[in-house]
């Protein structure tokens, strides 16, 4: 099974191949995902883990379109990026977008919005972190109160199935 992490940092993992833009100890492959393509072949990893890495990039579309080129068929994207509706997603100056509970339902099969991205991604999970102050509202709650109150999640953890053989891209309306 290859695994890779994206955007390491100082976080090696053991058993996954480590990519960072910049050489650590530790990394084993040194790039940017903001260039394209990413220096692997088509179809080689089963499980390709970021953890908030994808609000630093530059275009999230070409990213998911990559990341999923280098899947494997049914492979598995984990990610955890910030929630859009926390201090935490605003206060970091190298954030370029924040995300919300349905942000990746535009690459899932049949999504209306799917003229977007050549890629197609299924929803295995989706887990919103809760703040502190968020762990005190009832969790059935937590979606809509977070709209209206804020700070309610920090993050968002996601698990996304490569759907190989198949695109969502069409036409954009018109």
Known sequence: MRKLHIGCGRKILKGYVNLDSVKLSGVDVVHNLDIFPYPFKDNTFDEILGEHIL??????????????????????????????????????????????????????????????????????????????????????MRDKASIVLGEVYASVYFELRAVKGRSTYKEKPT
């Open 55 to 140: 609000e630093h990039v530059d275009d999230l579309i070409k990213t998911l379109e990559e990341l999923w080129r280098i899947m494997k068929p049914n492979g598995i994207l984990r990610v955890t990026v910030p929630y859009y509706n926390t201090q935490a997603a605003f206060q970091d100056p190298t954030h370029k977008r924040f995300f919300a509970l349905t942000t990746f339902d535009y690459f899932k099969p049949d999504s209306p919005y799917g003229y977007y991205a050549k890629c197609v991604w299924d929803i295995v999970k989706r887990e919103p972190t809760p703040t502190s102050f968020g762990k005190l509202i009832p969790k059935f």
